[in-house]
């Protein structure tokens, strides 16, 4: 099976502090995807990438970036964290217009 | 730009009931449709998906979903329900082409009573 691993269940982090939300996957995926789910609005598109080195913005990209160097590994980065980023951040992966898999996801809570 | 309503915010249904969950979506061009469940404390998993062919998709755990496209919706339907199926229940469109990056609904929360 498919396997998308996000490195923290929870995080806890203060107002003002560089994030990083780490995601691995382990079936040589090319696209893979970061999103965030808030009550009420569903999940969001923040950044995509199809391919090593390669990225797209989401719909809501504002106060985020993202790093992929390797296939399987894809970083989102709070460049200054805030607490309007406290949500619950999935990352997903998927083959060329295959389903997505999603990683059990990350609580960030921003103090 | 592709969106998707799932106007049912939460619903309740007794075990062994039918169900129906609504969707409608918006896209100028015939639509990658796809339903998801989430279990509480779970990522996203894949319950159907429709990218042409027959309008009624089967897929895993015993749900269908139909694709009308005069009605712009693909509406998820199970002919009974288990306590397990609670959790919440999100619709998704994809354009053709790029199906991988999925617009989502806001969800709909699933109950089950017994």
């Known amino acids: 099976d498919v396997k998308v691993t996000q490195s923290s269940r929870y995080l806890v982090k203060r107002t003002g502090e560089k994030v990083f939300l780490e995601c691995v996957q382990d079936m040589d995926h090319e696209n893979m995807f970061w999103y965030r789910q808030d009550p009420g609005l569903g999940l969001r598109l923040i950044y995509f990438s199809y391919d090593v080195k390669m990225k797209e913005k989401g719909d809501i990209p504002e106060g985020y970036s993202v790093s992929r160097e390797k296939k399987e590994r894809f970083s989102l980065i709070l460049e200054s964290a805030s607490t309007n980023q406290t949500s619950m951040y999935l990352c997903?992966?998927?083959?060329?217009?295959?389903?997505?898999?999603f990683g059990s996801g990350t609580q960030l809570s921003v103090l | 730009a592709q969106s998707v309503t799932q106007p049912d915010i939460h619903i309740t249904v007794s075990e062994g009931a039918s169900l129906e969950l609504r969707c409608n979506y918006s896209?100028?061009?015939?639509?990658?449709l796809f339903w998801y469940v989430q279990s509480p404390g779970q990522g996203l998993q894949l319950l159907l998906k429709y990218f042409s062919g027959d309008t009624l998709v089967q897929g895993i755990k015993g749900f269908e979903a139909e694709f009308k496209r005069s009605q712009s919706s693909f509406n998820l339907r199970k002919p009974s329900v288990h306590w397990s199926d609670a959790a919440e229940y999100f619709c998704a469109v994809g354009a053709s082409g790029t199906a991988s990056k999925l617009t989502f609904g806001t969800g709909t929360r699933l109950q089950v009573t017994l």
């Open positions: 997903a992966s998927s083959l060329r217009a295959g389903k997505l898999f």
């Open positions: 896209y100028g061009a015939t639509p990658y």
